[in-house]
């Protein structure tokens, strides 16, 4: 006979119920699939319309790869969504108590909250960022130079973009965990994604030079670049760099949350 | 068993409990009884380990909640029936509950058809009436089959048929041995309901035991008629009594028994047409425990009647 003492195997599977047996996941993984797919084909479409005129620079600094990627500047809101929500709900509606009630060792139930998010938000991004990319090059072929996933760069590319959108989430359920209501955490992340940039904007030159490439939606740039600018860090750097924030909002998250009352 | 040892617990600036420290034992039901914020929910938060106390500890067969291997398992409660997702069925929170706890999903579907809502288990718990999410949260704490049960104001919303199902159901709980403990701000609903009472205020312990404990040690008053009301009040006054004008022969007299009432009424040479002991009722019981302790307490009509 199996042991009957609560596990992590047994916390997440609990967790994998609660994150598919809600509207609010499965609509933002719809609007994910769609959002980046969806305007990848309209993006690659339109490219390819109007490559017939497009300038000689422009053409120069074409990446196949990056533009068949382009819904993801707008899936990164879905995914943070989705990432906010897995936690906040359970605090808004109060359920936080019942799952506290049900499993109280609360770094297990934080633990087994991320295995479901992580996972789940891996494979589903790595399915779309390979079809949003396939996609874009099906369009692309014989009109505009297509990128194949037999170089190293471009694979590595494709994959670092649903590594990306994986990061997000997390970053999102992460700030969801220290603000413990959604409307403030969709727009703190939110904020952190297009109020960061405009605020870096309006600094001095040589600040933004030395500060854009550590803002979170430039490490995006960075990691879904064949070839990033170079003042920009470069796609492992950025990842790394990104890896750090998310960990480090997750460890205040946790640490708030073995300290606060439910 | 549950233990409640010297617990204490601060908010910011406010002490919502105050160095409590009483058992629960199993076999029967148990009572927590207080006032409107009296500090009965921050106890059973707790108790379930979701607030951390600043004093002292509450255990559960002398194990701390977050200890248990399988909470579910052993504690069953009722805190709040609105918590749970809104979007999620009845069945899918449930089915979420036993997973955490390796409960057997077979026992979803019993407690669901047990508490009665086992046509309503594919609809989104945010459309329930309250009285259909009390019946959920007993579904719930039912789940792991615990040995104690743990329900914080469960009669609140359900209809008298539901508030007749859920007293029986306690009864049929403790027979089976198991630890009950039911928070209410109602006597009434406790004296039906309840072996043991423990009645707190403002956070405090205030008294402890059956019902007719707690109205045996109730002082009652005493009612008496007699043809010359006015002197027999004098009388009664210099022995002590706190004396009260009813109507023009009556008077209704405390701190003296209706034994020593008529006594005096005879030694003064005053006829008694009536004389009536009168017992406490379970809800002046209350009302006197815990009259200095009521946080939210309305003022007497009359003051606001004078301006």
Redesign the interface.
């Known amino acids: 006979m199996?042991s009957?003492?609560?596990t992590l195997t047994?916390?997440t599977?609990?967790?994998w119920?609660?994150f598919r047996?809600?509207?609010?996941s499965v609509m933002g993984f719809i609007v994910f699939i769609v959002l980046t797919i969806g305007l990848g084909i309209l993006i690659t479409a339109v490219i390819r319309n109007h490559w017939s005129h497009s300038l000689p620079a422009d053409r120069l600094t074409f990446d196949p790869v990056t533009t068949s990627l382009a819904g993801t500047i707008f899936a990164q809101f879905a995914v943070g969504v989705i990432g906010v929500l897995f936690i906040s709900?359970?605090y808004s509606?109060?359920?936080?108590?019942?799952t506290?009630?049900?499993?109280?060792?609360r770094f297990r139930l934080i633990s087994a909250k991320l295995i479901v998010l992580v996972v789940s938000m891996f494979v589903v991004s790595e399915i779309v960022c390979f079809s949003a990319f396939l996609i874009g090059q099906a369009i692309y072929r014989g009109v505009v130079p297509t990128a194949s996933l037999s170089s190293g760069v471009v694979l590595r590319t494709v994959i670092l973009a649903g590594v990306y959108l994986t990061l997000l989430s997390v970053l999102g359920f992460g700030i969801g965990l220290i603000l413990r209501q959604s409307a403030a955490s969709i727009s703190t992340f939110a904020s952190l994604l297009l109020v960061l940039p405009l605020i870096i904007f309006f600094l001095p030159e040589s600040w933004q030079n030395s500060i854009t490439k550590f803002e979170p939606s430039a490490i995006g740039r960075e990691m879904m670049s064949t070839s990033p600018p170079s003042q920009l860090f470069g796609a492992w750097t950025g990842t790394m760099l990104l890896i750090i924030y998310v960990a480090v909002v997750m460890c205040v998250g946790m640490a708030l949350m073995q300290?606060r009352?439910? | 068993m549950l233990k409640i040892d010297h617990l204490t617990k601060h908010y910011s600036d406010t002490l919502a409990v105050d160095d409590l420290d009483f058992e629960v034992k199993p076999g029967v039901v148990t009572g927590f009884l207080g006032p409107n914020g009296s500090g009965k929910s921050t106890t059973m938060r707790i108790i379930l380990g979701l607030d951390r106390p600043t004093k002292g500890r509450a255990t559960i067969n002398g194990q701390n909640y977050a200890d248990l291997k399988a909470p579910l398992r052993e504690v069953g409660a009722l805190l709040d029936a609105k918590a749970v997702h809104p979007g999620r069925t009845a069945r899918n929170h449930l089915r979420a509950l036993a997973a955490s706890n390796q409960i057997k999903m077979s026992r979803v579907e019993e407690v669901l058809d047990f508490a009665g809502i086992g046509s309503v288990a594919n609809k989104k718990v945010g459309g329930f009436s309250l009285g259909m999410s009390q019946r959920l949260g007993i579904a719930g704490a039912l789940l792991g089959d615990p040995g104690v049960l743990l329900f914080d104001e469960p009669v609140n919303g359900l209809d008298p048929e539901g508030i007749r199902w859920i007293r029986e159901f306690f009864r049929s709980l403790a027979k089976e041995g198991r630890t009950v403990f039911v928070s209410s701000h109602l006597m009434s609903e406790m004296a039906v309901s309840a072996d043991q009472i423990i009645v707190i205020g403002r956070g405090r312990f205030i008294t402890q035991g059956s019902v007719d404990d707690l109205t045996a040690t109730a002082k009652g008053t005493v009612f008496v008629r007699a043809s010359d009301a006015a002197a027999l009040s004098s009388v009664l006054v210099t022995q002590h009594a706190v004396v009260e004008e009813v109507n023009d022969h009556g008077l209704s007299v405390s701190g003296l028994t209706s034994d020593e009432v008529g006594t005096a009424a005879f030694a003064a040479g005053i006829t008694i047409f009536e004389l009536t002991p009168e017992r406490a009722s379970l809800e002046d019981v209350f009302m006197d425990l815990t009259a200095d302790s009521v946080e939210y307490g309305a003022t007497n009509l009359g003051t606001i009647h004078d301006e």
Do not use: M, W
């Open positions: 199996t009957r003492n609560q047994s916390t599977k609990s967790e119920i609660k047996s809600v509207r609010s709900s359970e509606s109060g359920a936080i108590r019942t506290l009630a049900a499993v109280p060792n300290r009352d439910a």
